[in-house]
């Protein structure tokens, strides 16, 4: 029988790139699914009304998940849900656990995202620079 020969025997072949960041996306994208109907259907707090989740982050090795949440109340108050949240942890990995069969569950962090409180500023600023320009 002949051996197949390599180019180079002694140098590992090279990894391809994107393969990692391709699993990254998919089980952000996957983990968003789960908290967003496990959030909407199953906890009826008050203090979690309005808000949603805007995005997850996964980290390279997949350990830690970055939740970002946001809220349609303008004055919400981002630090008693992320309180709220932080200590329904154990029930949303277990949630994920079981709905993504997955064998190491990441940590879960939570983040305030302010794009729809910076877009309510915003369309105020000019919903009253525009009323200052009619007035003229």
Known sequence: MKKKSRENPGKPRPQRKGNGMRRQKMVASQVFEV???TIIGSFEDPRLSGIGITHVD???DLRLAKV??????????FTVAINVLKKATGKL?????IELNMKRVPELAFFPDYIITE?????????????????D
């Open 93 to 97: 990995r277990n949630t994920i656990a």
């Open 68 to 77: 970002y949440i946001s809220s349609s109340q303008e004055d919400f108050d």
């Open 119 to 135: 877009a309510w500023k915003m369309e105020k600023l000019l919903s009253e620079m525009n009323d200052e320009v009619s007035d």
């Open 35 to 37: 908290l967003s109907l």
């Open 58 to 60: 996964m980290s390279p």
